[in-house]
């Protein structure tokens, strides 16, 4: 068996064209997508980044693995402590390391380990290849390295290859010269005039008025990223925030389309596997960010998924609520081979093997760099539970309804306290699950609260506070003065 597994960071499924975006980001990934399976609510368990692939390759949450953030004690994976052996678990319970063991020669390119010191990410591979600049590649970085893999080894047999790429992370990085196929093109409906005025009031990193997280951008860095502006003035400035990101995808598809191309050339492309996923979303305006993926929402936690298995499902959607981490026992489940004890994940072959629905009855999504949020996405509607704002004013509790509301204009949770309430039962009795099988007795969430609250938002806000008051929004100060006090101490 041959896999290929195509990790691309920061993608939002409703960025493309397979899941209903109007404009043309993505042909190569939807071509496949009408050959396989298209799961269109499949979330990571724990977001961002390091925490979101610590949990995939790990096969289990955050809350087990102990990484939900990108520093403190938080920040890196629970020590085994006693029990380890002479090599850690990662050794042998990884997925990359299952499949090692089952036969399958495991290759990696990607810098992630590197850029997180997150060397768990590597655990399991035969092959590693570091692209060299910590997640600022732009994909004609990346693909020469995957190209030389295929040719040198996609007509042996029994391999995983995992390739990275990062063109619509921030900040936007497709080279200049490319061309903005999408320059004459309108933008999200959603994305009017009077929500875009709305959005210039708020306070919080990478709000509009902040994209470099807290403040505009300086000379230096916008001759170097001319797609990604420093602050969204106007509705001019707001189209070329949306269109790098697209320009990004649709750039990252081309390179994803000679992937393709060279394994047609080895004979291989009919009877390769092909897993299309991403890490996590991105805000696009919604809760008022813009490109940053920094809440446990829907835009942020829900991730594209596609699996082409020659021979089985083609053409088909599964509706259902999945973690990302349920693709261990996925593929195990799949490959005949036993998935070890310690994974969180449960498996949906059936969606792949006969179609329809496999999903759970809800799930709870975990964000611990940028704020501390725990929510519960059930039935249509999607429970945000706010223990850290992040210097964004959140209240503690949103409700939307994602069928209706996608980009979660409309917070329902005073009006819906029955709802509210499901929610918080939902996120009890997982809570209550993930401490009772465990030999930990701490909640990394509060770990990082006790430590001053999340990496990207734990000790700038007194600085903050003047680029607020000097951009007109000092009506914010004095609730994050009273929110946050430790800040000014």
């Known amino acids: 068996m041959r896999i290929v597994y195509l990790d691309l960071d920061s993608t939002r499924p409703d960025h493309l064209g397979c899941y209903g975006y109007r404009r043309n980001t993505s042909p190569h990934i939807d071509r496949i997508a009408r050959e396989g399976v298209l799961f269109t609510n499949y979330y990571t368990s ?44 990662c050794a042998s319970d ?31 591979y035969h092959e590693m290849y570091n692209t060299g600049k910590g997640g600022q590649e732009s994909a004609e970085e990346v693909t020469p390295t995957a190209l030389r893999w295929i040719e040198q080894n996609a007509k ?50 990478h709000s509009a008025l902040d994209m470099w997280m807290y403040g ?10 001319p797609r990604y502006p420093g602050e969204l003035t106007d509705m001019d400035t707001l189209r070329q925030a949306i269109d790098g990101y697209d320009v990004g995808i649709r750039y990252m598809d081309e390179h994803i389309g000679q992937l393709f191309e060279a394994f047609r050339r080895q004979g291989v492309m009919d009877d390769l596997v092909v897993i299309i996923s991403a890490d996590h979303g991105e805000n696009m305006g919604e809760l008022g960010i ?26 088909t959607a599964d509706h259902g609520l999945h973690y990302h981490l349920d693709l261990g026992p996925t593929l195990t489940d799949m490959l005949g081979i036993g998935a070890p004890a310690s994974w969180d994940g449960s ?38 539970r706010t223990y850290h704002d992040g210097y964004h004013l959140f209240p503690q509790e949103m ?35 993930m401490m009772s099988t465990m030999p930990f007795d701490n909640d990394p969430l509060w770990t990082v609260m006790k430590e001053g609250g999340p990496f990207h938002a734990k000790g700038h806000l007194a600085r903050y506070v003047k680029r607020l008051e000097e951009s007109g929004r000092g009506d914010a100060v004095p609730e994050l003065r009273s929110r946050h006090p430790r800040e000014f101490a």
């Open 46 to 89: 724990d977001a961002p980044c390091f925490p979101s692939r610590t949990a995939l390759t790990t096969g289990r949450f955050g809350i087990h693995n102990g990484v939900v953030g990108h520093g403190g004690t938080a920040g890196d994976p629970r020590l085994e402590g006693a029990s380890r052996q002479f090599k850690d678990r």
């Open 94 to 124: 990884n997925l990359a390391s299952v499949l090692k063991a089952n036969g399958f020669r495991t290759a990696l390119v990607s810098p992630f380990g590197e850029r997180h010191s997150a060397w768990t990410f590597y655990a399991g």
């Open 156 to 205: 042996d047999d029994n391999w995983l290859l995992y390739v990275n790429y990062w063109d619509p992370h921030t900040p936007y990085r497709v080279p200049p010269e490319y061309d903005n196929p999408f320059r004459d093109e309108p933008l999200p409906e959603w994305l009017t005039e009077e929500v875009h005025e709305r959005h210039k009031r708020k306070p919080g990193p």
């Open 216 to 225: 505009n951008v300086n000379d230096r860095n916008m001759l170097k990223y």
């Open 290 to 315: 813009y490109g940053e993926h920094g809440t446990a929402d829907q835009a942020t936690c829900r991730i594209p998924m596609i699996i082409r298995w020659p021979g089985l499902t083609s053409g």
């Open 347 to 384: 498996s949906y072959a059936g969606s792949i093997r006969e179609g329809g629905d496999t999903g759970r009855d809800y799930l709870v999504v975990s964000q611990c760099a940028h704020v501390c949020q725990r929510s519960v996405r059930f039935r249509d509607y999607l429970y945000i």
């Open 399 to 433: 409700l939307f309804d994602v069928k209706h509301d996608p980009h979660e204009q409309h917070n329902l949770a005073a009006e819906r306290r029955d709802l509210c309430m499901e929610a918080v039962y939902c996120l009890n009795e997982w809570h209550d699950r």
